[in-house]
């Protein structure tokens, strides 16, 4: 059993700094993908950014600049760092992961969901 847990949110000031990060635990060997995303009630969760094991990086247009994703890939942990914080961030941010390779060298063939992080940006 695959488990992600997201720590690091809470409430910040816009144009402030909020650092989110995320460790998978379970049998695992790999995953090739770590990413976040966030959801507003009543709206599609929304990818915010995503990092594949090599390296490469994918962003939301709305985070390009501010946002930074970076992972560990040997402690199998993602983080996200936010800056600049706006208002319009606000949402339960979570934590996603696709492409496991279990310590058995089996392929997982499931995304897994962590139970999600708030991020309130107000003043």
């Known amino acids: 059993q695959i488990q992600l847990v997201e720590s690091g949110g809470g409430l910040v000031q816009p144009g402030g700094s909020l650092r989110l990060s995320c460790v998978a635990s379970?049998?695992?060997?790999?995953?090739?993908?770590m990413g976040w995303y966030r959801q507003v009630p009543g709206k599609q969760r929304e990818l915010v950014a995503t990092m594949v094991s090599g390296g490469d990086r994918t962003y939301a247009d709305s985070v390009k600049g501010r946002f930074t994703i970076s992972r560990d890939n040997a402690k199998k942990t993602v983080d996200l760092q936010m800056n600049s914080l706006k208002p319009g961030a606000t949402a339960v941010y979570s934590c996603?992961?696709?492409?496991?390779?279990?310590?058995?060298?089996?392929?997982?063939?499931?995304?897994?969901w962590g139970q999600g992080t708030q991020v309130t940006v107000s003043s």
């Open positions: 379970g049998s695992i060997f790999s995953i090739y993908l």
């Open positions: 996603y992961s696709r492409g496991v390779l279990s310590s058995t060298m089996t392929a997982e063939d499931a995304d897994y």
